[in-house]
């Protein structure tokens, strides 16, 4: 999968700005916690982006999900780390 993704062209700068302008401003806390389903939370414990100090404030927020941290991931743990992610999925899928 990185092979596949990396052979890709890069994104134009725009884009990428505009997707963390998306984190900056988007805030998904009030309207997660009306899915009753459960769901799951991945984050890189190296994320630049999305603190891990945030995980122990949304697991008390949204009780039906889980997470879950790579220890060794940034922010797009399923391209560093794709069969441990794919594990992760398959799982939360025969739990449902």
């Avoid at 100090?53 to 879950?68: F, G, I, T």
């Avoid at 743990?77 to 899928?93: D, G, M, T, Y």
């Amino acid at each position: 999968m990185k092979k596949t993704v990396l052979a890709l062209p890069m994104p134009e700068v725009d884009v990428l700005n505009g997707g963390l302008e998306i984190l900056k401003t988007v805030d998904l806390r009030q309207p997660l916690q009306n899915v009753s389903m459960p769901f799951l939370r991945l984050y890189g414990y190296l994320d630049g982006l999305v603190p891990r100090k945030v995980v122990p404030m949304l697991d008390k927020l949204w009780p039906h999900s889980e997470s879950y941290i790579f220890a060794k991931a940034a922010h797009a743990p399923f391209i560093s780390h794709p069969v441990e992610f794919c594990h992760l999925l398959v799982a939360l899928k025969q739990r449902v």
